[in-house]
């Protein structure tokens, strides 16, 4: 699951990660607000005026505006509220921005040259350890630092027995570049990231920038924050995070049925049992010269009305051009999804895609009689090749 950059902001602040005052709102009247309680408590009246999506390169999109006065919070927030904003994460679709985060500036003068940080705590998969990853040339351009020079990309490993250790804090200040009071606000700072990576059950946390400012305070100038979304029965407060505008319409719906739904850009839907399964399935649809249009997984316990919601799921895709059902009888028997099958036709009505069934395992030949006997257009199958060749000859 993910959360806005106002919403990672407050969980960090819990754990005494330092990070600008900020206010989200919603309208214009209250970014207008906003900023001068802002400018009240730090006496500074520039502000940046930030678009809240769950997508990063909002900058380079004309998502991040910097307001020199409460006049131009409320010019910001009239272009940016409501806009359909367009970056590299979004997909040429964009999407529309609802809130704005109005938060004090941190661009300002003093006895030291101000710098971007790059930085994120997430798991290393080979060696199964969490890892902090950190440059000193942050920004919107780290991508092309990785790329360019990957020599300014830095790792540190943390042992689970241990957690963070002090002389790992004290190496990442050090190749950071960081000297006096930057040094040592960094080594307090990065104990309290992990700890607020690791209390949330998230499985991503990345600060870009960590921005040390010109009088050596280390703040979150934007964070992105993913959470484990197995370990959220743990976290109610975070569940009531959640913003479903920002996530596909489809997959909302999947997971009100308890189906296990991604969506994709292919052309044949896929519904299958298991996700090793699933994966096979996606994989013989690629070879048959189909692209997957979808992941979906109706599981161990489905039954007849929950294949026929499958398949309006599926049928909601306009890409779609073919279904291929591919189960097998372990769990979940294949009389019930034979019977969601010929429900969803009754139900749902005429159906235009073909669609492909491949049975196997607990009551298959019964699964095959109710569909034999149900008069609809659907190709069997008994072998997954053959379900392959018969997905090659209805694209044709």
Do not use: W
């Amino acid at each position: 699951m993910n959360v806005h950059e106002y919403q990672g902001k407050s969980l960090l602040k819990k754990y005494g990660v330092p990070v600008p005052e900020g206010i989200m709102v919603n309208t214009v009247n209250e970014a207008v607000e906003a900023a001068r309680t802002i400018h009240e408590k730090t006496g500074n009246e520039v502000c940046a005026v930030k678009a809240q999506i769950h997508a990063g390169g909002r900058g380079k999109g004309g998502g991040v505006k910097i307001a020199k006065t409460v006049e131009e919070v409320k010019t910001h927030a009239e272009s940016i509220l409501g806009m359909q904003l367009i970056t590299p994460q979004t997909g040429p679709q964009g999407k529309k921005v609802r809130k704005l985060l109005i938060e004090q500036n941190i661009y300002y003068p003093g006895p030291s040259e101000p710098s971007e940080i790059y930085m994120s705590v997430l798991l290393n998969r080979g060696t199964s350890k969490n890892m902090i990853m950190y440059s000193p040339r942050g920004g919107m351009n780290i991508e092309e630092v990785a790329e360019e020079t990957p020599e300014e990309i830095f790792t540190e490993e943390i042992d689970p027995k241990t957690g963070v250790m002090p002389y790992q804090c004290r190496r990442i200040a050090f190749n950071l570049g960081l000297k006096g009071d930057a040094f040592k606000n960094m080594v307090k700072f990065v104990p309290k990231l992990y700890a607020a990576y690791l209390k949330n059950d998230a499985t991503l946390l990345e600060i870009n920038p960590l921005f040390k400012t010109a009088d050596d305070k280390i703040l979150v100038a934007d964070t992105k924050m993913t959470i484990d979304g197995n370990a959220l029965y743990r976290h109610p407060e975070i569940v009531e995070m959640r913003d479903l505008h920002e996530e596909d319409p489809m997959e909302v719906e999947a997971g009100k049925h308890d189906l296990n739904y991604v969506k994709l850009d292919g052309n044949v839907g896929c519904m299958v049992n298991g996700a090793g399964l699933a994966m096979s399935t996606m994989d013989i649809i690629k070879l048959s010269g189909g692209e997957p249009a979808n992941f979906l997984d109706v599981g161990g316990s489905a039954n007849a009305k929950r294949v026929e919601e499958a398949f309006r799921i599926i049928l909601k895709d306009p890409n779609v051009k073919a279904i291929l059902v591919n189960i097998f009888g372990g769990i979940v028997r294949c009389d019930r999804v034979a019977q969601g099958i010929v429900d969803a036709y009754k139900n749902i009505g005429e159906i235009n895609v073909p669609i492909i069934v491949r049975l196997q395992g607990t009551n298959a030949e019964e699964a095959k009689e109710i569909i034999d006997q149900s008069g609809l257009k659907v190709e069997s199958a008994i072998l997954l090749k053959e379900a392959a060749e018969l997905v090659t000859k209805v694209l044709q």
